[in-house]
């Protein structure tokens, strides 16, 4: 005898198809997760490599800026160690009396505006008589045996030395006394 199909309530029929839908549902929420999980790492590390191309241009802003500087210091440098034999030659000429007043005057005048020049570009003299020897800003030319003077002092300045910032241009050619 063949089953006779009793007719199933609409309830009986969805609870069936509800409990298919659940196991799907959390398998996909899975799967969300997952990808959610995935996509917060790769935010991460996009996020990091911001930083670090950030700091990376920051730094190079930096050294650029140093170079700089470096270079325009370098420049300068290299324009006042031309200008050196001038001053020199402007002492030389200054200490001897030729001719005529006009002609003394004239002289003191030239060297009052390159020494004027040579403080506006930062140029300073160094090497005094009596200092300590510094082999960094003197090269000793002679030595003396003075008791007058401490051992290792500048006794005579041979030639001016000169410093541009931090930067010898010209070491300070002396005599040291012994």
């Not at 490599?49 to 290299?78: G, M, Q």
């Not at 031309?82 to 060297?111: C, T, W």
């Not at 800003?137 to 290792?152: K, Q, R, S, T, V």
Request: aromatic share 4%.
């Amino acid at each position: 005898m063949a089953e006779e199909k009793t007719p199933q309530t609409e309830e009986e029929v969805k609870e069936p198809a509800k409990k298919a839908a659940k196991p799907k549902k959390n398998n996909e929420t899975e799967k969300l997760k997952a990808e959610i999980e995935k996509l917060t790492e790769e935010l991460k590390a996009k996020e990091d490599l911001l930083l670090r191309t950030a700091a990376e241009f920051d730094n190079y802003k930096k050294r650029t800026e140093k170079e700089k500087l470096t270079i325009a210091e370098y420049a300068k440098a290299s324009m006042c160690k031309q200008l050196l034999p001038i001053l020199d030659n402007s002492d030389r000429a200054a200490e001897f009396e030729h001719g005529s007043e006009q002609y003394n005057k004239g002289i003191e005048m030239i060297v009052k505006l390159l020494l004027e020049l040579s403080d506006k570009l930062g140029l300073k003299v160094i090497g005094e008589v009596g200092e300590a020897f510094d082999p960094n800003i003197h090269e000793a030319i002679m030595h003396i045996e003075d008791e007058n003077l401490g051992e290792n002092t500048v006794a005579q300045v041979l030639q001016k030395g000169y410093k541009l910032g931090d930067t010898v241009v010209r070491p300070a050619m002396v005599q040291v006394a012994n």
